[in-house]
């Protein structure tokens, strides 16, 4: 396994290998999917489409459908629009949806398509919405290109009626699974605090079998919502590189003020969450969040021991380590290694404050790096836990680490789509997961005496 | 049947704007029995349709030049090419005795806006320089995608001269994904650089009964099956394109004996090429389902014409069906009379027709995604296939004979003799397997796929992962026949009998019992249905 990992880590010019990225055009269509009704259309060559489907759909194991301009090389000399005008005529005329998600790819931006002016030229039907977003595939990542839909969906959608008292919260959830986005749902009905979420995947990408298919399940945020958001009391933003560039579109379009906070994953992430629902509404602290909280702090206290101490190398998209990382330290563990493919400089200082903050000295953070330097590092510094997503199996067969699968993607294993890691009911299950594997292991390799049925 | 399938197009063309009705209205064919139907194929699929097709980047690199195990393949471009493509075809591989292995492994320049306006050939000698020093790979393919292409990097220079460089074969292909109309145009580029750069690079002698495995992946391990089968009635394996390939055994292939091919679509150019080059000759094969796997048995032996090895073959062939027998023929029983549709790539839309078949389903409508029209009618139809503009934009290369390495492998008499009795050099496409009445529709989309369910109510459906899901949510099976659904192998007999299980399991499994719950079946004595009107 991965034989020709070998040397120690030296930053390169040149070469990627094994990326803890993709393009941006895969995380638009995902955040695309999150509105009702909608159908992405991805401005490029049929391959871009065909490959975010593909890696949507064996992530979430659920219908990702999309459209494209199926560019041949004609497009690329004379320019896309008749292929995104004539695709938008004859998207709106055989799957009927109520908004198109256009991303554009490296091609289109290349050539330099104005989707816009070609958005404009084109008869788009009565009713139907066609919003847009720039996703050059070499810049930024997955990540990046979420952000800029999600920022879209603002500068397309959002609208504040004048003289209409604000009221409740908007939400961006960030690039979280449908099973987080229910989750932060649940806790906001559980506030009792009026809320917008959007995007929201969790009634689209995690649908029931009712032997009837659906190409645009109940799910996803309404339209009529999404333009109400610029009539909020604020607007928190869950996760900075998912999230922040919409609510910063939303405070500058419509007035309404933005809070950046983490993906609340973890308890301390996930108390800062409510208490800034509260502060911006008001509201009641309901018994069953105490509760939950205070199971989540019962578990913590009783089970530290399998996990204390124990050194983690995390691997991911930025907002999902952030609020990792600060919670692995709240579980007393030592996060030996960060990576993140995305670039981002606010990333790195964001987990080195949390670094400095406990002390943690030894602790490495890149950004922008693969998993052949994440490899090469742990090689050299070995872990006892690694969290990151179904890429991390090579290296943690290889150098027979136990690996929780949490981020995306989740290629191979199911529960993702359906069991938060957010709030304190997901704290649990990140729990279950951590001493779960680490106790795994420890009962297949132990030696037979040490071997007990209490643990 | 042909009524129903009649109204199946009709109801396809109803959602159709005119304009695209009359495009995708050629790529449809009821079976009826004549001499000759024509159906369009590899042609450009209309903008906005809700295609499976994939680019020319992902046939280039994703199909035919990714498989080779022992080259470090690095995708010049944007990083989403080359992490598509890594470990997600489940094309398997193992590292020679000594050789190295890269199959784990993504290779990508990662091009940044900065590249796009600058030029990105500094970062793509930078890539190979860094890869050459951290790896020492025997070799290293460099794949163009969309915008490298468009800002005019000379990746050709730059292998010739980092080939130069580090002395080892470095090998460029031009298969940005805007070319052509499919992935196949990018199987053609590929196989122009096997056959120029590659191929006949390595005269190690070889062992007698020697073959090439052509278009064979390696996916789940079907060249592992296959090979373990042609090994044991004695044949040696001279190399396979490119499953599982190794760059030196295919340098190595102009020596072999005798070309099989599998998948006819993506590799045929090179079968072609080589019989002219070398004078080496090739059958058209298929390793899928008993009987199909077994009759290319005996005809490859028939090629060598060596008794012993023809009696070996029916031991063999005798040997592994008894072992599979039983099992498959109680599996049969308990899907006979069952119905199939197929939709996947250039070859195993036809293939696995026969598999199914021997377990009791009737494939009753089958395409192609990116096939052409040989794949369908026959390559009799091949002189008169008209190039459009999209074609002609690949480029054809032309081989001459190579004196010192040409031969014939069996007397010229015998050729003409076996001529007649092999599928020499000659494929007859999908549409002479299927029945009259039955449909044909290439590249089948996304709304083709739900009104062929709703009306022919199949319970097989083969297809791809994006199809998948959406046809397991209107009720039936749906197995991916690209990637196998993670299972496999698929070929030859014990590959047999694991499509038959996983089938059985597929069609049986009882969560497909629960899809309606109780209170939609039964009348509620006490309690109401929410939105009750909705189920009335």
Excluded at chain 1, 220 to 227: A, D, L, R, Y
Excluded at chain 1, 279 to 303: A, C, T, W, Y
Excluded at chain 1, 416 to 433: A, D, N, Q, T
């Amino acid at each position: 396994m991965l034989d020709q990992t070998k040397g120690s880590y030296k930053k390169r010019t040149g070469l990627k290998i094994n990326p803890a990225k993709t393009c941006q055009p895969i995380g638009a269509m995902y955040a695309a999917l999150g509105i009702h009704k909608c159908l992405p259309h991805s401005h490029g060559s049929q391959g871009c489409c065909s490959y975010h489907r593909m890696h949507l759909t064996r992530h979430y194991r659920d219908p990702i459908v999309a459209s494209t301009s199926s560019f041949t090389e004609g497009a690329c000399v004379f320019g896309g629009k008749s292929n995104l005008k004539k695709g938008l005529e004859n998207v709106f005329h055989i799957y009927n949806p109520d908004v198109v998600a256009v991303n554009t790819t490296c091609l289109s931006e290349t050539i330099g398509d104005d989707v816009g002016e070609i958005i404009k030229a084109t008869d788009v039907p009565e009713g139907k919405t066609v919003i847009y977003a720039n996703t050059p595939s070499y810049v930024g990542s997955h990540v990046t290109g979420f952000s800029n839909m999600c920022k879209a969906m603002v500068t397309h959608l959002a609208e504040k009626k004048e003289g209409k008292k604000a009221k409740g919260v908007n939400i961006l959830p960030g690039y979280v699974e449908p099973s987080d986005m229910m989750e932060i749902k649940r806790m906001a009905t559980l506030l009792k605090i009026p809320f917008t979420m959007f995007p929201d995947t969790s009634g689209v990408v995690a649908t029931p079998n009712t032997g009837n298919y659906e190409m645009y399940p109940e799910g996803g945020t309404p339209i009529k919502e999404i333009k109400k958001s610029g009539n909020a009391l604020g607007t928190i933003a869950l996760g900075e590189f998912s999230s922040k560039d919409a609510a910063y579109e939303l405070e500058k379009k419509c007035d309404v003020p933005a809070t950046i906070l983490k993906e609340p994953i973890g308890i301390k992430a996930t108390d800062e969450f409510i208490m800034k629902m509260l502060e911006l509404n008001g509201g009641i602290i309901p018994k069953e969040l105490e509760f939950e909280r205070g199971q989540l702090v019962d578990v913590m206290v009783d089970v530290h021991n399998h996990y204390h101490g124990k050194k983690v190398a995390l691997f991911g998209d930025p907002d999902i380590l952030i609020a990792m990382t600060e919670f692995v330290i709240d579980l007393g563990m030592v996060p030996t290694l960060v990576l993140s493919g995305t670039p981002g400089k606010a990333f790195v200082k964001a987990i080195q404050d949390l670094f400095d903050a406990a002390k943690l000295d030894d602790s490495i953070v890149l950004g922008e790096e693969d998993l052949f330097s994440f490899h090469q590092i742990i090689k050299e510094n070995p872990v006892d836990l690694i969290i990151g997503n179904s890429y991390g199996k090579y290296i943690a067969r290889e150098e027979q680490i136990p690996l929780v699968r949490m981020g995306w993607p989740i290629l191979d294993r199911v529960g993702h789509s359906y069991f938060p890691v957010v709030g304190y009911k997901g704290g649990l299950r990140i729990i279950e997961k951590i001493t779960t594997a680490l106790l795994d292991k420890y009962d297949a390799t132990c030696p037979e005496e040490d071997f007990e049925l209490v643990m | 049947m042909s009524d129903k399938m009649k109204n199946v197009v009709n109801e396809i063309m109803d959602v159709y704007p005119a304009k695209v009705m009359k495009g995708r209205k050629s790529h449809m064919i009821i079976k009826d029995g004549s001499e000759k139907q024509e159906i369009a194929a590899n042609t450009r699929t209309i903008p906005g349709i809700i295609t499976n097709r994939g680019c020319c980047y992902a046939g280039c690199k994703g199909v035919v030049i990714g498989p080779i195990v022992d080259m470090v393949h690095i995708v010049h471009g944007p990083v989403g090419c080359s992490y598509y493509a890594w470990g997600t075809r489940r094309n398997k591989g193992k590292a020679r005795e000594g050789g190295q292995n890269f199959l784990e492994y993504a290779f990508t320049t990662d091009i940044q806006e900065s590249d796009i306006v600058f030029g990105g050939v500094k970062k793509l000698e930078a890539a190979v320089d860094e890869a050459v020093e951290l790896f020492h790979p025997k070799a290293i393919s460099i794949s163009a995608t969309c915008p490298v292409g468009l800002i005019g990097d000379d990746i050709n220079a730059v292998a010739k001269e980092m080939s130069a460089k580090h002395g080892i074969k470095i090998l460029s292909f031009n298969c940005e994904g805007y070319k052509g109309v499919s992935q196949s145009a990018g199987h053609h580029i590929a196989n122009n650089k096997l056959m120029t750069d590659v191929i006949g690079t390595n005269d190690k002698p070889v062992k007698e009964y020697s073959l090439n495995l052509l278009g064979e992946y390696n996916i789940g391990g079907d060249e592992w099956e296959i090979t373990r089968v042609l090994h044991k009635i004695g044949y040696n394996i001279v190399s396979t394109m490119t499953g599982n390939g190794s760059i030196e055994e295919i340098a190595n292939a102009h020596k072999a004996d005798l070309n099989v091919i599998q998948c006819h679509r993506s590799i045929n150019y090179i079968a072609e090429m080589i019989e002219t080059k070398y004078g080496l000759p090739w059958i058209k094969v298929n390793f899928i389902g008993v009987e199909s796997f077994s009759q290319s048995l005996r005809d490859i032996a028939k090629y060598f014409g060596d008794e012993t090895l023809i009696q070996r073959t029916e031991e063999v062939i005798a040997e592994e069906t008894e072992q599979i027998r039983d099992e498959m023929q109680l599996i049969k029983t308990k899907l006979d009379g069952k119905t199939a549709v197929l939709f996947v790539g250039g070859s195993r839309a036809h293939h696995y027709q026969g598999l199914l078949r021997e377990i009791g389903i009737e494939t009753l409508v089958a395409g192609y995604e990116f096939g052409h029209r040989d794949d369908y009618e026959g390559r009799d139809v091949i002189p008169y296939i008209k190039v459009d503009a999209d074609s002609r934009n690949i480029e054809e290369i032309k081989v001459e004979k190579d004196e010192k390495n040409y031969s014939m492998r069996i007397p010229k008499s015998r050729v003409e003799e076996l001529k007649k009795e092999l599928p020499w050099a000659s494929y007859e496409g999908l549409i002479k397997e299927m029945k009259d009445g039955s449909l044909i529709i290439d590249d089948l989309n996304h709304v083709e796929t739900e009104k062929i369910i709703e009306i022919l109510k199949p319970e097989f459906f083969g297809s791809g992962v994006k199809d998948k899901y959406m046809i397991q949510k209107m009720g039936v099976y749906s197995k991916q026949l690209h990637s196998y659904d993670y299972s496999g192998p698929y070929a030859g007999f014990q590959g047999a009998m694991n499509f038959a299980r996983d089938v059985a399991a597929g069609i049986l499994t009882p969560a497909w019992s629960y899809i309606k719950a109780p209170w939609n079946c039964e009348p509620l004595l006490n309690g109401k249905l929410e939105g009750v009107e909705k189920y009335a």
